[in-house]
């Protein structure tokens, strides 16, 4: 077993339990002694393999001296804390707190793998909101610092480069010289949820900016991963393990550096959630209406009243600015539209752009009203 392969399966049938699933629940409960058996086995530091019949180690360190799967301690405490949602039985989140304060002195150490660092933020804010303790909240910032400063900071407009954007792209690993459609797309779910768990917290400015601008380049640059975007000769033609057909909408594994070729380990089936995170969290169904809004940066309490208005918070931080976009989805003209923000008297100015639709400059952490009215 892969340290954290146990937990993320777990993650997934607590969410699905959670929205009432009484399967997933009880495959949920059923399985939680056997993971908080291993995490008293291990006292709440992972290898990197054992055996699931005896425990034994078979791997323990990721590299000499550096010991095992690190951030396993945090994506267990969100394990745990979702039993504690499930159950309100006070030992899951005991436990929760118990891993979560082996993580404290491990810096940037903290990260092994990009998602379970994600998902190991949110739990640890989430834990602060529920006892206040300080420690577990400057915890979810060191979770969120390994994350940044496992990033690529520039374009790689060189080589093959030039045919995708790379600004703000996330390495998987540590160690990874390329970026991994899966991975990317849990943490940018994974901080959807850290911006909305954050709601009503004074957290820093600086992560509020960091989360969301990492959110708008992602949605940006996300299309990428499908081969049919691409120009085949960026394309392996010969990868290590499975192949690249470039006329399918299955998403790359990996997006190399400008001088390689892309798809060294083929098409990523598991990777097609991509599309399925971004579109319910950027483009804003209106009920009963021929028009949607589309937001590149992360919104909260979106509400729609029918034939009237529109209201939804912009997340992040007010010093930087977003896109916002009124689409047409039927054949009928636009209405006229009137955009006001929080803080402003003045309605925001359109700017009119290809087949009819109309774009905005919002901020972050505002509130955005859309009201029209029809000719």
Not at 172 to 182: C, E, I, R, S
């Amino acid at each position: 077993m892969d340290s954290w392969y146990l937990h993320h399966p777990l993650l997934n049938l607590s969410r699905l339990a959670l929205k009432g699933d009484n399967v997933c629940k009880k495959l949920f409960l059923d399985s939680l002694e056997y993971a908080i058996k291993v995490a008293h086995r291990f006292n709440y530091r992972w290898p990197v393999f054992y055996k699931m019949d005896t425990m034994e180690i078979i791997k323990a360190e990721t590299a000499e001296g550096m010991g095992g799967e690190k951030d396993v301690a945090g994506i267990y405490t969100h394990v745990m804390l979702q039993a504690w949602e499930l159950t309100k039985e006070k030992r899951y989140l005991k436990e929760a707190e118990k891993a979560a304060k082996t993580l404290q002195g491990m810096g940037f150490q903290l990260f092994y793998q990009a998602n379970n660092t994600a998902f190991s933020s949110g739990a640890l804010l989430r834990l602060y909101k529920i006892t206040g303790n300080a420690v577990y909240l400057n915890l979810s910032y060191m979770c969120l610092a390994g994350i940044f400063r496992n990033t690529r900071l520039w374009d790689c407009n060189y080589g093959y480069g030039k045919n995708f954007p790379t600004f703000f792209a996330l390495f998987p690993l540590n160690d990874a010289p390329y970026t991994a459609v899966y991975e990317e797309q849990e943490v940018f779910c994974a901080l959807h949820d850290y911006l909305k768990h954050a709601e009503g917290v004074d957290i820093l400015p600086s992560v509020k900016l960091l989360v969301a601008e990492y959110i708008r380049y992602l949605v940006d640059r996300a299309a990428y991963y499908y081969p049919t975007l691409l120009p085949p000769d960026m394309l392996e033609e010969k990868p290590k393990v499975g192949e690249v057909d470039p006329k399918l909408w299955i998403a790359l594994e990996d997006l190399q550096d400008g001088w390689l070729k892309s798809g060294t380990v083929g098409q990523q089936v598991y990777g097609a959630g991509n599309a399925f995170g971004i579109l319910p969290r950027h483009y804003l169904q209106v009920p009963g209406e021929e028009f949607m809004v589309y937001i590149d940066y992360p919104t909260s309490e979106f509400s729609a009243r029918k034939g009237q208005h529109i209201h939804f918070s912009v997340l992040g931080d007010e010093r930087l600015a977003c896109r916002m976009m009124i689409l047409k989805t039927g054949k009928t003209k636009l209405p006229e539209f009137t955009v006001t923000t929080s803080g402003n008297k003045e309605p925001l100015p359109s700017k009119n752009v290809k087949q009819g639709n109309i774009e905005y400059t919002v901020h972050g952490n505002q509130r955005v009203t859309i009201s029209w009215r029809k000719s």
